[in-house]
């Protein structure tokens, strides 16, 4: 019986994170994979600490909604400290992300190198994955449903381990493979304008950390 619920609840996760959370994912991923990615691999550097931060705040939630359907109720009515948290942590990656162009553009002489190694802030990309992930979207709440009810705590943090799986594996797929070519491909075409590129992505992430924070971007 618990195997099927897990595997009903990884179902779910997976259709979620195949239609509207991977959209929802957009204005934070594609920002960074301007100003941090050449290849696939330095893609992957961003998605996967991103991806294990949802699955961190749905595993979580989990084990919350099981240990007490009070508090779960209440992080849903009111996540404003989420709100706030996934703003400052996007504001604060743009702001570095702006500031890193600009180091780069002054210390490469008159050129600026298409292929670099940046040094990618995983932590920065774990906290935005997980604080985007609470919301009290409709299979979230499913989810929760399920875990209340839950027969043991090992259990409900399965639940929210297998939703958390299912909900990045389109989304590592389609940003790790797919998005992270497109992009090197406009640098590879753009090369002479990639510096502003990478500001203009900074400056959007910025934009979309601010609209976050005063509650006009809900995800």
């Known amino acids: 019986m618990e195997s099927t619920t897990l595997f009903s609840i990884f179902i779910i996760g997976l259709s979620y994170g ?4 991977m959209f929802s994912c957009m204005p934070f991923l594609s920002p960074l994979l301007v100003g941090n990615s050449n290849d696939t691999k330095q893609a992957l550097g961003i998605i996967l600490p991103f991806s ?12 919350i909604a099981y240990l ?17 948290i996934l703003g400052v942590s ?11 162009s600009f180091k780069a553009a002054s210390s490469c002489g008159h050129t600026t190198p298409l292929i670099k190694k940046p040094k990618l802030n995983k932590l920065g990309f774990f ?3 997980a604080t985007m992930s609470v919301n009290p979207c409709a299979p979230i709440m499913a989810l929760l449903a399920v875990a209340v009810n839950s027969s043991t705590f090992y259990n409900a943090a399965a639940l929210g381990l297998f ?3 299912g909900a990045v594996i389109f989304s590592i797929l389609f940003y790790g493979f797919i998005v ?27 934009m979309v950390g601010v609209l976050v924070l005063n509650g006009v971007l809900i995800l």
């Open 18 to 21: 195949a239609t509207a959370c």
């Open 52 to 63: 294990l931060g949802r699955i961190f705040s749905y595993t979580l939630l989990a084990i």
């Open 68 to 84: 007490s359907s009070f508090w779960v109720k209440q992080i849903l009515d009111d996540n404003s400290l989420f709100s706030i």
């Open 90 to 100: 996007t504001i604060s990656m743009g702001l570095f992300l702006f500031y890193k």
């Open 127 to 129: 906290t935005i994955g």
């Open 163 to 165: 939703f958390g799986v």
């Open 180 to 206: 992270s070519k497109v992009i090197k491909g406009l640098m590879v075409q753009f090369s002479s304008y990639k510096i502003w590129i990478e500001r203009f992505a900074a400056l959007l992430l910025i």
